[in-house]
Structure formats: structure tokens, C-alpha cells
């Protein structure tokens, strides 16, 4: 093998996703579309092989013979962030929400009486509960793949001092099937289509009197954070990994914000002390209107409950403020449109 001069940047390599039809399938390049995320860098990928290393009985030195390792049993997780666009939020929610894009018309709810919900070997017509991911490299032929993936964690934030409050996201993927270090992921079949006309969000879309945090509207926001908690757990160990996905835990929405402090949120304080048990303290909502709709960015808890409050210090003094989505039987939990 003779000594390569050829140099990559990091900003040669792709994230793509896409939904995948069939457990224990990758969608390969002919199947369903994939589509690249817009990041902000590429971070190695938490594979976790099962190796044991332990020194055996009659030697002082790890003899190779001692050396155990298996790809099959790891549980791997990938974590991307970067630019929240249309088509990439269409697939995190659909996948964090179990909700499919087409019934969804563009916002995604998360219902207080969702049942457990699991997947596993041989299933078929399972677009949007999973996804595969490929990790594009500018080598041809050695991207990392990912199959039977599930969003466990999804963050969705903006800062006015940030890129002009563009919404930017964070997020989680888990996938308990052995990856596959050579595949080959058609480049030209990967949607990069995304632009900053069309297929971004800002935090400046939000009306006044649609900044609501618990029933208190007409807030000034500098930065918020959502965080959509929905994790999983693997079991029934097969020769191509876990054989089924369980998703039956929690399912947690969270809202931290940095907010101005004025009259209307002085109130917060004696608000978070007050609280009644088993009463939700108002709705919450960040939109441009009343009512979420497709194509705009927005969130809403229609129960929630303050869990912090706290004063932040700055030239202008602020609050930071924490809320938790409450159900209330069959209601939505939380809902996002974009």
C-alpha cells in the first residue's frame, strides 16, 4: 500500500437520512430518498463495540488469544446538530412523534394517551418509525450505515443574538443492529436542495401576544430551548443485533427560555411557588397566531407546569425560565409545526 498524499475537510463529509421501509433493512440509494442534514460539523459516532480485555489465568500480559470483540449487541448512537430546515424537522418529528408525515400536514403531536410502541424483525410498512442514516465520506464506498434508527433526544433552540434567531437542532439517534463501515450511499440521490429562503426559521415569526409561557402572553424572548425526550430500549439479541425496538419510558417535552424581566414576568415567581397539585398552570405557546399551521415554526403545550425560575443577570436584567408539558388524557402533549 503506497503512501497517499490526498487530504479531506471535514466539510467534505454528509449526514443523510431516510425513512426506512422494512425492519432490519437499510433504505439503499433507489428506495426511499435520503436527505442531507444541513450541519454544523460532523462528530464520530458513539459505536460501542463489546470487547473484553481482561488478562486470563496464567499470564501477566493480555495474550491475543484472550482478545474478545463483536460488533453484534452494541447499542450505537449518533448525535448531529446544525440548521433546523423543513424537510430534515419533516423527518425528526415524524420519527420523535410516531405521527407520519402525510396525516401530520405539517405539525406533529405527541398525544397525553400514547400507547408503548414497538418494532422488530420482519416488519414491514414502517416508514417513520424508522430511519436509516448514512454518514457520507468524500471515499467512495466507506460511508457508515446505520439501519433500524429511532430520534431519542431532539432539541429544537434559537437566539435573537444567534444568527438572527435562527431555529437550530440538536439530536439523537439509537439503533440497536450492527453497522455497516462500507456501504455505499449514491451521493447523487442525497436531497441537499435546502436554501435560507425557503427552508429555514426564525425566532422573529412569533407575534406578541403569541409568546405565552403558562398562560402569561406578550414575552420578550432572547433565546429558548425545546427538548423532546422519547428513548428506547432493545432487546431479543439476533446474530444481526437486537431484534426489537421498544419505545414504552417517558416521553418528555421541556421548554427553557431566557426572558425579559417586566411586568408581565415578574409574575413568574409567585406563580412557581403557588402552583396547585394535579393543575396544569397554563398553556404555552410560540407562534405567529393562534393556531399552529404547516410551514411555520411553532411550538405549543396546551397544559404545562413551571419547574424553574430564576433571575439572570445581565446589562438588562433577565429570568430564566423552565416549563414540563402535562397531559390530560387524550389531548396533545405537545405539538410542532413546521
Given amino acids: ?36 442534514l444541513d450541519v454544523d460539523s460532523i462528530s464520530s459516532p458513539s459505536l460501542n463495540p463489546q470487547q473484553a480485555l481482561d488478562v486470563r489465568s496464567g499470564s501477566r500480559v493480555l495474550q491475543t488469544t484472550d482478545f474478545f470483540h463483536t460488533k453484534v449487541g452494541a447499542i450505537s448512537e449518533i448525535s448531529v446538530s446544525g440548521t433546523a430546515t423543513t424537510a430534515a424537522l419533516d423527518l425528526l418529528l415524524e420519527n420523535m412523534m410516531s405521527e407520519s408525515v402525510a396525516s401530520a400536514s405539517g405539525v406533529y403531536s405527541f398525544l397525553s394517551n400514547a400507547s408503548a410502541q414497538s418494532v422488530g424483525a420482519t416488519d414491514t410498512g414502517q416508514v417513520g418509525t424508522l430511519l436509516s442514516i448514512s454518514m457520507i465520506s468524500p471515499i467512495a464506498a466507506m460511508d457508515l450505515g446505520f439501519k433500524d434508527c429511532v430520534v431519542t433526544a431532539l432539541s429544537l433552540s434559537g437566539d435573537a443574538g444567534t444568527e438572527g434567531g435562527r431555529i437550530k437542532f440538536s439530536a439523537t439517534f439509537k439503533t440497536g443492529s450492527a453497522t455497516d ?46 427538548n423532546l425526550s422519547n428513548d428506547a430500549s432493545f432487546a431479543g439479541l439476533v446474530s444481526t443485533g437486537y431484534e426489537i425496538i421498544s419505545r414504552s419510558g417517558e416521553f418528555s417535552a421541556t421548554l427553557d427560555a431566557t426572558l425579559k424581566y417586566d411586568a408581565n414576568t415578574s409574575v413568574f415567581f409567585e406563580n ?15 407562534n405567529h397566531q393562534a393556531a399552529l399551521a404547516d410551514a411555520n415554526f411553532g411550538i405549543s403545550m396546551p397544559a404545562s407546569v413551571l419547574t424553574s425560575v430564576a433571575f439572570n443577570e445581565q446589562a438588562m436584567m433577565m429570568m430564566d425560565v423552565s416549563i414540563k408539558a402535562t397531559g390530560g388524557g387524550a389531548t396533545a402533549l405537545v405539538e410542532v409545526a413546521c
Fill in 1 to 36: 500500500m503506497a503512501l497517499l498524499t490526498t487530504s479531506y475537510s471535514s466539510s467534505a463529509f454528509k449526514i443523510a437520512i431516510a425513512e426506512q421501509d422494512i425492519f432490519g433493512t437499510i433504505t439503499a440509494a433507489g428506495g426511499n430518498n435520503y436527505h442531507a
Fill in 181 to 226: 463501515a462500507t456501504q455505499a450511499t449514491a451521493v447523487g440521490a442525497v436531497d441537499t436542495a435546502f436554501t435560507a429562503a425557503t427552508e429555514n426559521y426564525t425566532m422573529n415569526s412569533w407575534v406578541a401576544a403569541q409568546r405565552q409561557f403558562v398562560g402569561v402572553p406578550n414575552l420578550v424572548m432572547s433565546s429558548f430551548a425545546l
Fill in 272 to 286: 412557581f411557588m403557588d402552583q396547585a397539585t394535579g393543575v396544569s398552570e397554563g398553556a404555552t405557546l410560540l
